[in-house]
T-cell receptor, first 115, second 113 residues
């Protein structure tokens, strides 16, 4: 079974500053994928970034980067140069590669960007 | 390319009724998964369909069921609705199973009175 923990229920960040959202995971599967999704108040889940368990380098997608520390089982999301539109819920999710497309989600972090 | 679409977007039902939600995946995507999101339980996996077959099922009662058609469109059905079924139901699609990113639709907000 997989478990995802997001310890920050809510966070504030000043516009144009960087912010790190924490995610730790637990799994006994050797092969897995880690995802971050953004959920604005409209409800749609927007894919941000993906990291495979065997990827040697940390994933990056524009202003998003994933700080993957496999030994510590952490997959923190870093957003650089925060924008007002980044205010939303952020979810970390995991998929074991032997579990088809079943995603296990963390409880989420609400990010609020201050002007 | 059009994204994942879900209909209806909002729905109000009463206890004991049944409901059917629809999901059309991104063109070319063959896997469709369903998730339930509530304030208390968070996001929980319901089931996954691929090639018209249920491949995976979450820990939900048998009142929750689904199916997938030959064009990959999927429906989920909830019978004998309970107040606790009030939730945002999200559908996600991917090209294939495992090692593929899932893209979500806007969701259907179901309110059970």
């Amino acid at each position: 079974a997989q478990k995802i923990t997001q310890t920050q229920p809510g966070m504030f960040v000043q516009e144009k500053e960087a912010v790190t959202l924490d995610c730790t995971y637990d799994t006994s599967d050797p092969s897995y994928g880690l995802f971050w999704y953004k959920q604005p108040s409209s409800g749609e889940m927007i894919f941000l970034i993906y990291q495979g368990s065997y990827d040697q380098q940390n994933a990056t997608e524009g202003r998003y980067s994933l700080n993957f520390q496999k030994a510590r089982k952490s997959a923190n999301l870093v957003i650089s140069a925060s924008q007002l539109g980044d205010s939303a819920m952020y979810f970390c999710a995991m998929r074991a590669n032997n579990a088809g497309n079943m995603l296990t989600f963390g409880g989420g972090t609400r990010l609020m960007v201050k002007p | 390319k059009a994204g994942v679409t879900q209909t209806p977007r909002y729905l109000i039902k009463t206890r004991g009724q049944q409901v059917t939600l629809s999901c059309s995946p991104i063109s070319g995507h063959r896997s469709v998964s369903w998730y339930q999101q509530t304030p208390g339980q968070g996001l929980q996996f319901l089931f996954e369909y691929f090639s018209e077959t249920q491949r995976n099922k979450g820990n939900f009662p048998g009142r929750f069921s689904g199916r997938q058609f030959s064009n990959s469109r999927s429906e989920m059905n909830v019978s004998t609705l309970e107040l606790g079924d009030s939730a945002l139901y999200l559908c996600a699609s991917s090209k294939d199973r495992a090692q593929e990113t899932q893209y979500f639709g806007p969701g259907t907000r179901l309110l059970v009175l």
